[in-house]
């Protein structure tokens, strides 16, 4: 996605709150601070930020849904606006929380 969007004269960002990325310019924001996302003003956006570690979304589930439903929310919102939008969804293996994350997402982009 990001050589499609280079060749077509898109400027690349990567956004990161721990792990700087090797690819696209890199921006330090953390997706579950709605005021650090709404200052992001993107033609595009590919999702994937996501608490992926199982041991550590099963000790700090408050940690866990701020990054993977709230910061998903944040993003959905910043999209609202009129651009070319791209989503993934950030995958998890709890059923429940995948169901929840879900109906959120469905209620905030219709």
């Known amino acids: 996605m990001r050589e499609l969007a280079t060749r077509k004269n898109y400027e690349v960002y ?9 690819r696209g310019t890199p921006i330090q924001f953390d997706v579950s601070n709605r005021k650090a996302v709404e200052k ?13 570690n199982m041991d550590k979304r099963e000790l700090d589930k408050e940690l866990a849904w701020r990054i993977n439903v709230e910061g998903t929310r944040n993003i959905a919102e910043s999209c609202k606006k009129p651009i070319l939008f791209s989503f993934t969804y950030p995958q998890t293996t709890s059923s429940t929380e ?12 219709q």
Not at 14 to 22: G, V
Not at 40 to 52: D, R, S
Not at 98 to 105: F, G, I, S, V
């Open 98 to 109: 995948k169901k929840e994350c879900t109906k959120k997402m469905i209620s905030l982009i």
């Open 14 to 22: 990567s956004a990161y709150n721990q792990h700087k990325p090797h």
């Open 40 to 52: 992001i003003k993107p033609e595009a956006v590919i999702h994937a930020a996501a608490l992926t």
